[in-house]
Each structure stands twice: as C-alpha cells, then as structure tokens.
C-alpha cells in the first residue's frame, strides 16, 4: 500500500468487540482506521492499544449530526489525495426476551442501531466512497436466517440487515462498490455477557403474574447463552474475514462463519413446522413446560 496516499476505512462500534478487533487489525495493515466510538475514553484506549492508524470518531450511529460530523471530518482528513477504501458497519447491541412482553421502546432501539444506524451510517459514506470504488461491509449474524424462540428482537434487525445489503449490493453495483455481510454464529465477544444482565433488569421487572408465562424458556435461553459465553468464533478471525471483504479482487457477498451457522443452516432445509417441534422441548418452551398464570 502506497504511503503517499491516504486509504482509510470508517469502522463503527470500535469500543469493545469485533470492531475494535477489525480497526486494531486494518490498521495493521496500513489503513488509517477511523475508528467510531460513543466515548472519548474509549478512543484513547483504543489509540494506546494499536500501534498507530487508528483515529477515533465520536460516532453514535443514530445520531444524524453525529454522522454527518462524521463525514466532515473524514472528508476533511482525506483532502484531494486521500482515498475511503470502506465502510464497516458493526455497531449493535442484542436484546432477547418473548415479543410478548418486549417494551416497544426496546424493540424500537433495537432496529435504530442495529439497521437504520447502518443504513444512515452507508449513505451518508457513499459519495466518498463512489470516487475511489470502495466497499461496505455488514456484520450480521447467523440469527439473520434462523429465529430461536426469544431471539426475536436481535434476529428480526439481523434478517432485515441481509435485505439491506442485498438492496446496497445490487444497487451500488454500477460503481463498481461491493456490499458484503458476515454472517458469524456464536463470537467470543462481549456483547451477550452485556445483553444477559440488561435482559435480566427489564424481564425481573415484569409483573409475576407476566414473567410466570415465560420464566422457564427464558431461563433456558438465558442458559444457552451463558454457556456460549467465551465460546464460539473468534473477533480476530472475524477481523480477518473483515480485511478479506475489503481486499479481495472477487469478494464474497457473504462469509458465514462458525458451527452455529451450518446448523442454522442444516436447520433452515427442514419443514418449519418440525424446526418449531425442535426448539421448543429444547427451551423448554412447551405446553407442557408452561406454568399457568395465577
């Protein structure tokens, strides 16, 4: 890569996680990463870990003046040479817990982040990145083609994320802009750790007679979760596949990733109605296992 010229990739959600494992990467690489963080703090650290080409960005993804700050600022730091190779868009957050009883307010969030802020964050980058070719990357999940029972909130926003891309991807073709999606199953990130104690203080504040109808399953997914805790793919060989998409002559539109995701897979083949019969008894979630409301 050539120093004399700027090449520059947007990453978001950099505090913590996968993205700080693809800006520590990318910038191993030689790119200069502006790196989007909610916190200044959060950007020193960052700063201090890397061994340099890392800018942080306060970036909240839904913010609209943060983004077009956002835009400013790198637009301003690229000048007339500078080129913005890509755009990685990883900020989330995961809530789970029955459709039922989820405040909308919660659900509501969920998709801000997890879609808009990635929809908002890609075409406010566009017209810099249509100059030089450049390419967005999405970081979706294995949740984005199958739903478990009480992973509605985080797989519905996951599900629309693959429409999006596909819409970016078909649309930006003309300019030769590629649009990819990772599709990871479980990632040794902590994100769930957080998503379990925040899953916790909105469902043991529910009403007894409302969390009655679904302590068991919710218990048990709580389980699963706690258990893939510290397991799964790791955010470094996330980040590798990140810098792939961004650098192949022929990117992938999609790169799954872990076991999680060939037994969504093998599971998605089947009829509905017998992956419905599976989950189920493996949640606990069946008639049989319901308590009634008092």
């Not at 990318?26 to 200069?32: I, K, S």
């Amino acid at each position: 890569m050539s120093e004399s010229v700027m090449r520059a990739i947007v990453v978001t959600g950099c505090s913590t996680g996968i993205g700080k494992a693809c800006a520590l990467r990318l910038a191993r690489e030689g790119y200069t990463v502006f790196a989007g963080v909610r916190r200044e703090e959060d950007g020193r650290a960052l700063e201090a870990e890397s061994s340099g080409g890392i800018r942080p960005l306060l970036l909240d993804v839904t913010s609209s003046d943060q983004i077009a700050a956002a835009v400013e600022h790198v637009e301003s730091a690229l000048g007339t040479d500078g080129e913005l190779a890509g755009v990685v868009n990883n900020a989330g957050i995961a809530v789970y817990g029955p459709l039922e009883l989820l405040p909308i307010e919660t659900l509501r969030r969920v998709f801000e982040v997890n879609v808009i802020g990635h929809v908002a964050v890609t075409q406010a980058f566009i017209p810099l990145l249509r100059l030089n070719k450049g390419r967005v990357v999405m970081i979706g999940s294995s949740s984005g083609f199958l739903t478990p029972p009480f992973l509605g909130p985080y797989a519905a926003s996951k599900c629309a994320l693959e429409s999006i891309t596909d819409a970016f991807r078909r649309e930006l073709a003309p300019w030769d802009i590629e649009v990819c999606i990772m599709q990871p199953g479980a990632v040794r990130t902590p994100l769930w750790d957080k998503s379990v104690g925040e899953g916790d203080s909105w469902f043991d504040g529910l009403p007894e007679t409302a969390r009655r109808l679904y302590a068991r399953g919710y218990a048990a997914m709580r389980k699963t979760f706690v258990k893939k805790s510290g397991k799964g793919v790791t955010t470094e060989l996330l980040a590798e596949r990140v810098l792939d998409a961004l650098t192949s002559k022929n990117p992938r539109a999609r790169y799954p990733m872990g076991r999680d995701t060939v037994g969504y897979r093998i599971l998605q083949k089947l009829p509905d109605k017998l992956v419905d019969d599976m989950l189920g008894p493996s949640l606990e979630h069946t008639r049989k296992h319901i308590e009634p409301p008092a």
